[in-house]
């Protein structure tokens, strides 16, 4: 079964740094696009950060200049590397991959991680 699993979220105060890590496992052929979103309480779930494949990346306005999002292919792994932290950056961040599962079949199968955790104190 493939499935992301996320860590790196924790309790940290205002300006100061976190990377979050996403790692993807099971069978599958190839991942597409990779992306990070967030929820803060009471809100809607918010994209973050993107990255395709080849290495293509795009950012909301709020964490322009202070986020970076990038991958290791050959380990299956995307990281976002955040930096200059406010306390509005405050909410569960999840990982979600577009995969594909076999070569044969172009099919996209859109999977979710369970979440992470960021509380920025002010």
Request: proline share 2%; aromatic share 12%; charged share 20%.
């Amino acid at each position: 079964q493939v499935q992301l699993v996320e860590s790196g979220g924790e309790l940290v105060q205002a300006g100061g740094s976190l990377r979050l890590t996403c790692v993807a496992s099971g069978n599958f052929f190839m991942i597409n696009d990779m992306r990070w979103y967030r929820q803060a309480p009471g809100e809607r779930r918010e994209l973050v950060a993107a990255i395709t494949s080849g290495g293509n990346t795009n950012y909301v306005d709020s964490v322009k200049g202070r986020f970076t999002i990038s991958r290791d292919n050959a380990k299956n792994t995307v990281y976002l590397q955040m930096n200059s932290l406010k306390p509005e950056d405050t909410a569960v961040y999840y990982c979600n991959a577009d995969f594909v599962y076999h070569d044969y079949d172009s099919r996209i199968y859109d999977i979710w991680g369970q979440g992470t955790q960021v509380t920025v104190s002010s």
